[in-house]
């Protein structure tokens, strides 16, 4: 079974920080790659997914993640976060072939101060 | 077009007790999946429901149990209820069953076991 694994549980940073989340995902087959943002007292929403073709994909509100097949990892970035970036995140897989059934990290908690 | 709704939003029972959550899909989406997520965790994949039956199964014992009815909303049964199954309950649709599809999330209904 494939698993999910996000290295950093809490992130403070000031505003203009540039910000990097790890994830790490273990499957041996094909996946899709899904980053979802889930803003204070709002629903989980998607930021940015990667299914194939160019593994540099770009999101909403200025992130991308880069997807590195030999390291198995899907890094979400931001060159310069906002204070409206405090959020919690989360990275989640899908196994191709496997139906529509969202694997996810335990999330990853931003805060960003001013 | 309205998005992922669920009722009720909070709900307090007591060990023992069976509990209903429903969900209506977003407009167009046959697919409705269920997840689990506990405090401090990232959603757990429950089960999902394509057309009426369900159409895989995470790791839940049989007293969690769903139904979803001709119009594409659902319902999430727990019987027994146990204090570990105090968690928010999440909702999600789907326009198709496959893993490239994008899932929309609901608000959730926070269930609390006594």
């Known amino acids: 079974a494939q698993s999910v694994s996000q290295h950093n549980h809490h992130v403070i940073l000031s505003e203009a920080a540039s910000l990097e989340l790890g994830c790490n995902y273990s499957?041996?087959?094909?996946?899709?790659l899904f980053w979802y943002v889930q803003y204070p007292g709002q629903h989980l929403q998607l930021l940015l997914k990667?299914?194939?073709?160019?593994?540099l994909v770009k999101g909403i509100k200025g992130f991308e993640a880069e997807f590195i097949k030999s390291k198995f990892s899907f890094n979400l970035r931001k060159p310069s976060v906002q204070w409206s970036d405090t959020a919690e995140y989360f990275c989640a897989v899908t196994v191709t072939g496997g139906g529509n059934k969202l694997t996810f990290g335990t999330g990853t908690q931003l805060k960003v101060e001013l | 077009e309205t998005g992922v709704t669920q009722s009720p939003t909070h709900l307090i029972k007591t060990r023992g007790q069976q509990v209903t959550l429903r969900c209506s899909s977003q407009s167009g989406h046959n697919t409705v999946s269920w997840y689990q997520q506990a405090l401090g965790q990232g959603p757990q994949f429950i089960f999902q429901y394509y057309r009426e039956e369900e159409n895989g199964r995470g790791n839940f014992p049989p007293r969690f149990s769903g139904l979803q009815f001709p119009n594409y909303s659902s319902e999430l049964n727990v019987n027994a209820l146990e204090l570990d199954d105090s968690a928010l309950y999440l909702c999600?649709?789907?326009?198709?069953?496959?893993?490239?599809?994008?899932?929309?999330f609901g608000p959730g209904t926070r269930l609390t076991v006594t």
């Open positions: 999600a649709s789907s326009s198709y069953r496959e893993s490239t599809y994008e899932q929309y």
């Open positions: 990667y299914f194939s073709g160019d593994p």
């Open positions: 499957y041996g087959g094909t996946v899709n």
